[in-house]
């Protein structure tokens, strides 16, 4: 069965800080992996994900998130953080190709001071 | 837009009693799943359907039970609720299809307090 380890559990940062936050998963096959956004009160939303091709991925509000697949990674970033962007990311994986379930990671809470 | 809704925000109960959480989605999505979620412990799968009357096992099935009579409605059922199961409860929906790579659609969630 699939994990997802994310090291950092809270993050501080001062805005206009760069953001990484680290993401590692133990899937030796083919995978689909996704960061999910919380904002106070919220419910989850999709960030960004990759599936095949340029392992630079984009999303939305500025974040972006690189796959190394040698290292079984999937680090999200962001050059320059605001106040808000304060919220819980959670990384997550899926076994392309046969489970419909994802695994999700337990979580990163960002606080980003004004 | 996918919607995904959920019957109450929050919900609070006393130990013992029966529980249902409702899950509506609008999508005709054929995959729908149930995660609890508590602090530092991430996401974890409590069930998942992936058709009508058919249901998986996720993670942490022991205490709960799930119902899907139609497409669109997912059901989590704390038979006796106990006070463990004071948590935040997540239902998600996706689509299996070319295109979708299994990404899901999250409800706003319900927060249950078992007293």
């Known amino acids: 069965a699939q994990s997802v380890s994310q090291h950092n559990h809270h993050v501080i940062l001062s805005e206009a800080a760069s953001l990484e936050l680290g993401c590692n998963y133990s899937y030796g096959g083919t995978v689909n992996l996704f960061w999910y956004v919380q904002y106070p009160g919220q419910h989850l939303q999709l960030l960004l994900k990759y599936f095949s091709g340029d392992p630079l991925v984009k999303g939305i509000k500025g974040f972006e998130a690189e796959f190394i697949k040698s290292k079984f990674s999937f680090n999200l970033r962001k050059p320059s953080v605001q106040w808000s962007d304060t919220a819980e990311y959670f990384c997550a994986v899926n076994a392309a190709g046969s489970a419909r379930q994802l695994t999700f990671g337990s979580g990163t809470q960002l606080t980003v001071l004004p | 837009d996918v919607k995904v809704t959920q019957s109450s925000r929050y919900l609070v109960k006393r130990t013992g009693e029966k529980v249902f959480l409702e899950c509506v989605q609008d999508m005709d999505h054929e995959n729908m799943f149930w995660y609890r979620q508590d602090p530092g412990l991430g996401l974890r799968l409590i069930y998942f359907s992936y058709d009508v009357k058919m249901k998986e096992k996720g993670d942490i099935p022991e205490g709960y039970s799930v119902s899907r009579e139609k497409k669109e409605r997912f059901s989590l059922i704390l038979e006796s609720a106990s006070t463990n199961q004071t948590s935040m409860y997540l239902c998600?929906?996706?689509?299996?299809?070319?295109?979708?790579?299994?990404?899901?659609?999250f409800g706003p969630g319900t927060r249950l307090t078992v007293l």
């Open positions: 998600a929906s996706s689509f299996t299809g070319g295109g979708s790579f299994n990404e899901q659609f």
